[in-house]
């Protein structure tokens, strides 16, 4: 079992910037799809940027140019970078882990595959 614990979140003034970050243990797998999801209130769960073990990258298209998504192999962290935030930003943010898969663009919408997740960390973007 993938355990993920993010953290990082708060509360910023728009244009602001954050970062998260999420440790995850419990798997040895060499290919896999990791990535950051969000949910706002009222709204469904979207993806926001995904990577995987192949080297693609995902972001959704409200983010591009402003959230970088990495990964530290070494301490098996994942991170968020945060720019430019908005309040349609807003939302808990969760990182999520797809065992023994590619990560696929379709991905960002249909988050089945994603059978791990973290606890989320509250994002809260204001005037």
């Known amino acids: 079992q993938v355990h993920l614990a993010e953290s990082g979140g708060g509360s910023v003034q728009d244009g602001g910037s954050l970062r998260l970050s999420c440790a995850w243990s419990?798997?040895?797998?060499?290919?896999?799809?990791v990535g950051w999801l969000r949910q706002a209130p009222g709204k469904e769960r979207e993806g926001v940027a995904i990577?995987?073990?192949?080297?693609?990258?995902y972001y959704a298209n409200s983010v591009k140019g402003r959230f970088t998504v990495s990964e530290d192999s070494a301490t098996n962290t994942l991170y968020l970078e945060m720019n430019n935030l908005q309040r349609e930003d807003t939302a808990t943010y969760y990182c999520?882990?797809?065992?023994?898969?590619?990560?696929?663009?379709?991905?960002?919408?249909?988050?089945?595959?994603?059978?791990?997740w973290g606890q989320g960390t509250q994002v809260t973007v204001s005037f």
């Open positions: 419990g798997s040895s797998e060499i290919r896999y799809c």
């Open positions: 999520a882990y797809a065992s023994d898969s590619p990560c696929y663009n379709s991905m960002l919408r249909d988050l089945s595959r994603f059978g791990n």
């Open positions: 990577f995987d073990t192949w080297g693609d990258i």
